[in-house]
């Protein structure tokens, strides 16, 4: 089991009370403390590679954006510090460098611990958090790259992955599944948006929705999706905001249900799964989501 990260992240610096910070890559590690995990610098991400899902003008636009010092602010809760391009880039080039590993052979499961998140960040609009689509990058590298014929991307955050699911709605080898509170920030995510190929699938869950809930859901429709699908890889946005502590939804699942998403995943997947951060806002839950989800991953890729 790989875990790409760096310390470039913390280079991401978010005004005081904003609830992405620099200290959940801090409650990551705790989740990671004892796991038998193979580390791996994030590369610098190729610029090349954020062209495959956003265009030119966005890519520039944030790039002049990024103050001196300070802050700049691209939308209601989306703000620049310094470093926060540098990280950015860093999300990429680790997402890209775990596909890279895992379909060359390198290890069957790999783990992003960076940040800023991607999920909300749609063609040429950075929003919730999220600057660049960076699992959508790495599925778009795993066709385009490395030439396989079918990726699925699974998004259990408990936002609903707009920017992904914009970023990849024309994409006809890819299947974009997610499960998500509805309603819900950002507002998306209806079953009835189903991509141009039909190969989006939306299922959202209701306020309140628990670890079974969730399971049984999974059980009925995504899992056998997947099976249906037989993708090459799979990638997961893994975000753990719903964790029941976590301050910005309201989902009830515990630490437990990330382990049963991760087993469940990874035998979709048939041995090849990518997962990237997105959510988690309450430390202490995230570190113990991390360590269930990234724990079983190590088990069953061992």
Known sequence: MLVFTHADC?????????PERVERLRAVEAGLEGL?????????????????????????????????????????????APGSHRAAMRAVGGICAAVDAVVAGEAGAAFVAARPPGHHAETAQAMGFCLYGT???GAKRA???HGLARVAVVDFDVHHGNGTQDLL???????????????????????????????????????????????????????PALADWRPDLVLVSAGFDAHAADPLAGLAWQAEDFRWLAAGLWEAAGGRMVSALEG?????????????YVGEMTRLSA
Request: charged share 20%; net charge negative.
């Open 169 to 223: 709605w024309d994409e006809a080898r890819c299947l974009f599944a997610s499960s998500h509170q509805r309603p819900l920030f950002p507002g998306t995510g209806a079953p009835e948006e189903r991509g141009a190929h039909g190969q989006v699938l939306n299922l959202p869950l209701r306020a309140g929705s628990d670890g079974a809930a969730m399971r049984a859901a999974y059980e009925r429709v995504i899992l």
């Open 135 to 137: 699992v959508a990058i």
């Open 36 to 80: 038998a995990v193979e580390r791996r610098d994030c590369p610098p991400g190729n610029e090349a590679e954020v062209l495959r899902c956003h265009p030119a003008g966005y890519l520039a636009r944030v790039k002049l954006a990024v103050p001196a010092d300070g802050w700049a602010q691209l939308d209601g809760d989306t703000f620049l």
């Open 143 to 145: 066709l385009d790259h």
């Open 10 to 18: 913390d280079g991401h610096v978010t005004p005081p009370g904003h």
């Open 280 to 292: 988690g806002y309450d430390l202490d839950a995230l570190a113990a989501s991390v360590a269930a």
